[in-house]
Nanobody, 124 residues
């Protein structure tokens, strides 16, 4: 069992930056592939970024490539999402998720544990 708690979401102006964090407790954090997903009002949850257990493999959604950076610190059991050049279309609830596997996957149904989400609002 893994518990995930996100933090860092808030209101920010277009072009601004935010750093989200997700801290885990419970099972060994380094055994999990970690991902970030987001869900905007009226839309389905979508993949944002994912990182392998030792940070060797990283994937990004095309919509955030070059603007967002995912990283993790296994000693602190935390995964981060640095978001730069934010746009109004980035407004969503951001969720972190843990997948007890080896491959880095982008489908939400592959992930076993989820945080409660943190709201990011980007004003124009």
């Amino acid at each position: 069992q893994v518990q995930l708690v996100e933090a860092g979401g808030r209101l920010v102006q277009s072009g601004g930056s935010l750093r989200l964090s997700c801290t885990a407790s419970g099972r060994t954090f380094s055994s999990y592939v970690m991902g970030w997903f987001r869900q905007a009002p009226g839309k389905e949850r979508e993949f944002v970024a994912a990182i392998s257990r030792r940070s060797y493999t990283i994937y990004y959604a095309d919509s955030v490539k070059g603007r967002f950076t995912i990283s993790r610190d296994n000693t602190k059991m935390t995964v981060f999402l640095q978001m730069n050049d934010l746009k109004p279309e980035d407004t969503a609830v951001y969720y972190c998720a843990a997948d007890y596997g080896i491959e880095v996957r982008t489908d939400s149904y592959e992930y076993d544990y989820w945080g409660q989400g943190t709201q990011v609002t980007v004003s124009s």
